[in-house]
């Protein structure tokens, strides 16, 4: 069986081939960042796009090249205020940018005018192979119920692939460059810290018995399933700033509520997915905005203004004016809203809720397996204050913090032509998951003073919660370091440009159908959503402009990317959100995946065809899709949906 099914996966993947010469542009618009040597070649060597020559013949070869570099002039321009320099170039043809493929490598080139090089890069045009290994991990966790076992294989798989299958290099790649890279990153690192200690305070909360008086207090002895999943939306909705400190307070803070309704925790893994990254995505007040914006930012005003319209002047314009078409996030807040109103489910969702509901009943004591154990000696009995005020100090000391570092930052000169606004959100989203790594650290603490001297709690026992808390997340955590593993995996493998250039050649007016069933694709595949972002936006955008798409089709088109992005996150096994979500609510991975995935797949379906398809299609008014969507979904909960 698992041999026939990855066996028909892999003829699937076979059929999928795009343009070589599309590939190898997407491919080049990489090199010019400043993480590559030749980026780096052109920034030691001083010199500027507006003083190149030969870019429409080096576009030719390697189309969506062009965007690259208009964003790269834009950029420098922006930095050196220089406004004239682009109409009158100094040395015009001074330099020459060649770029060639031959259908498995493409080979970008700096040269001078007497052909000296002064930077190249060869790199292989990636083919489908680069979907086996995160398409298979995909197939493999489902069929093995093994996240954990199917993401390492997978990982294994890519290195095998990019070793040329030498076992030993493969095994050198995969242990000591993917696998030992991804723990040695700091970012990573801390992820892992602040998400440990974030839920290992709570856990401290739910030992002394604070939330379980918390949860007692705020449902007066009755916790029933709506007031449990309408509170768990309502705090996802308090917490927008950040997807990561949605999930994991939320999630966390929610469990021994959620228990105690009868509410099972694939919906309260679904709840808190489903209102972290689709609230932040459209926050104006975000650690989203800042990356989103750039990454229309670098397209330049004069190109911003030729594309969406003479009052889209810069990045925060074309998120703001692209708002009303981010069909996916806002349908799926409504989705969400719906399904707690009505208090139906369908589906794997249905049976998970009926489980949760049975096993409740008839076992009693499995109603609250979070339950606080018999007071200690001495101890005195905690009260709501005592479950819910760490963890509120908590979010008071990151919001605090984020709003200083946003209200003193330093303008940076490539960020000053942007609104104080967006620059701040600049700002304060870089220092973010070191914000959230001290304050998360800073609650461990205070979870556990406020413990021992308030409620009089033994300093051991306290210590004993802490360390259970991070034991508990031990399994998930092993899931997120192998997801974000086979994202360095997909990198190397050349997944995202690969897919990224089946947009070329779309149709016009279903080019935002397309890019947001791409978008989605490529974020399942690749496990992140951000990733796909800065892969398809310079893609799409440029598409759309070359088919002449007008105003509202460009702004759709955008806004199709940002939500395609998210909507496959969502459907991704391999999704650091994904994995989160299951860890901060104590949910099994693969249940939380197979239970959120047809509601995803409904409201991501609904949003192509109403409101990419027949609002921005037909009329190109948003407002049809919205209407239009919201009756489908509404239809789809009263006619399948049932009380558990």
């Known amino acids: 069986m698992l041999l026939a099914i990855s066996a028909l996966a892999l003829g699937l993947m076979s059929l999928i081939q795009p343009d070589p010469g599309n590939i190898a542009g997407s491919m080049a618009r990489q090199s010019f960042g400043q993480d590559d040597p030749f980026g780096n070649a052109i920034s030691t060597a001083k010199l500027q796009m507006p003083q190149l020559g030969n870019v429409d013949v080096a576009n030719q070869n390697c189309p969506t090249l062009k965007t690259a570099i208009q964003a790269q002039r834009s950029k420098e321009l922006r930095e050196s205020d220089a406004t004239d320099e682009e109409s009158t170039p100094s040395t015009p043809s001074s330099h020459n940018l060649i770029c060639n493929h031959d259908g498995s490598s493409f080979q970008l080139q700096l040269q001078e005018s007497d052909g000296k090089i002064i930077a190249e890069v060869e790199k292989s045009i990636p083919t489908w192979v680069a979907l086996i290994p995160p398409v298979l991990a995909v197939v493999w966790a489902f069929l093995l119920q093994n996240a954990l076992l199917a993401l390492f294989s997978g990982v294994l798989l890519g290195g095998f692939i990019l070793a040329g299958f030498d076992p030993v290099v493969a095994f050198e790649l995969t242990f000591v460059d993917y696998i030992g890279g991804t723990l040695k990153s700091r970012d990573n690192q801390l992820i892992l810290v602040f998400t440990s200690t974030l839920v290992a305070m709570v856990q401290i909360c739910i030992a002394t018995g604070g939330i379980n008086a918390f949860v007692d207090w705020i449902t007066r002895g009755n916790a029933t399933r709506r007031r449990t999943q309408a509170t768990t ?124 509901k049975n096993s409740a009943r008839e076992n009693p004591e499995l109603a609250n397996p979070e339950a606080s154990p018999p007071k200690a000696p001495g101890q005195r009995k905690a009260r709501a204050i005592d479950g819910i005020g760490p963890i509120i100090v908590t979010l008071a000391a990151i919001v605090g913090w984020f709003t200083y570092v946003a209200l003193t930052h330093e303008v940076d000169p490539e960020h000053a032509h ?35 001297i308030r409620v009089r709690y033994p300093v051991r026992r306290a210590i004993a919660a802490y360390v259970h808390g991070v034991r508990f997340l031990a399994p998930t955590l092993a899931i997120l370091v192998l997801a974000i593993t086979m994202k360095t995996v997909t990198e190397e493998l050349g997944t995202g440009p690969f897919l990224g250039a089946l947009v070329q050649g779309a149709p016009t007016v279903l080019l935002p159908v397309i890019v947001f069933a791409l978008a989605g694709f490529v974020a399942f595949a690749t496990g992140s959503s951000w990733a796909t972002m800065g892969v398809l936006v310079p893609v799409a955008i440029e598409t759309a402009a070359s088919l002449g798409a007008s105003h509202s089709l460009m702004l759709a088109t955008a806004a199709s990317v940002l939500d395609g992005a998210i909507f496959g996150d969502h459907c991704s096994p391999i999704s650091d959100t994904t994995v989160l979500s299951s860890a901060s609510t104590g949910c099994n991975h693969l249940a939380h995946v197979r239970t959120q995935l047809p509601y995803a797949l409904i409201v991501g379906i609904t949003a192509m065809v109403f409101g990419y398809g027949l609002s921005t299609a037909i009329t190109g008014d948003p407002w049809l899709g919205y209407v239009t969507g919201s009756v489908a979904l509404f239809a789809i909960i009263m006619r399948f949906g049932k009380h558990p």
């Open 233 to 356: 939306v309502a705090l996802g909705g308090l917490i927008f700033f950040d997807d990561y400190a949605n999930t994991t307070v939320v999630g966390s803070s929610m469990r021994p509520m959620a228990d105690k309704s009868e509410t099972s925790r694939e919906k309260l893994a679904y709840l808190v997915d489903a209102t972290s990254a689709p609230i932040a995505g459209i926050a104006l007040v975000s650690t989203w905005i800042a990356y989103e914006i750039g990454m229309f930012d670098n397209f330049g005003s004069n190109n911003l203004q030729q594309y969406f319209g003479d009052d889209v002047t810069n990045g925060f314009s074309v998120f703001l004016h692209a708002m009303p078409f981010r069909f996916y996030c806002i349908l799926t807040l409504f989705f969400v809203v719906s399904l707690v109103w009505s208090r139906r489910d369908f589906g794997p969702m249905l049976q998970a809720e009926r489980k949760a």
């Open 418 to 452: 942007l609104p104080p606004l967006v620059q701040a959100m600049n700002a304060a989203s870089g220092r973010m998951l070191h914000i959230l790594t001290y304050c998360g650290l800073f609650g461990s603490l205070l979870a556990l003073l406020w413990a021992t």
